[in-house]
Nanobody, 125 residues
Framework: QVQLAESGGGLAQAGGSLRLSCAAS????????MAWFRQAPGNEREFVAV????????NYADSVKGRFTISRDSAKNAVYLQMNSLAPEDTAVYYC??????????????????WGQGTQVTVTS
């Protein structure tokens, strides 16, 4: 079973950038659909981006499309989320998730069985 550990969160100013990392152990990330979700205080956890295990196809939430980029490095067994043009509404705890279901519903948190502990991202105006 894969284990996940996020890093790279922190404080950024609006318009700035951060790069989150998700280090995987126990299994190769290529066996999983790998996603990022986020949860702001008082809100439900929401989908941010996913990279499919087959073909590396990516998909993004409309709110981050064009600003965030998800990628993976098989040699390092890690997934990344490059976040540019950050805005205060991007403030949240960001979670890395892994799932193996063959499904088109990859924006649903229930499709992922393993989660990291989360990393805080705070964007100031």
């Amino acid at each position: 079973q894969v284990q996940l550990a996020e890093s790279g969160g922190g404080l950024a100013q609006a318009g700035g950038s951060l790069r989150l990392s998700c280090a995987a152990s126990g299994n190769t990330i290529r066996a999983y659909n790998m996603a990022w979700f986020r949860q702001a205080p008082g809100n439900e956890r929401e989908f941010v981006a996913v990279i499919r295990r087959s073909g590396g196809i990516t998909n993004y939430a409309d709110s981050v499309k064009g600003r965030f980029t998800i990628s993976r490095d098989s040699a390092k067994n890690a997934v990344y989320l490059q976040m540019n043009s950050l805005a205060p509404e991007d403030t949240a705890v960001y979670y890395c998730a892994a799932g193996q279901q063959i499904t088109s519903a990859l924006r649903e948190s229930g499709m992922y069985h393993t989660w990291g502990q989360g990393t805080q991202v705070t964007v100031t105006s």
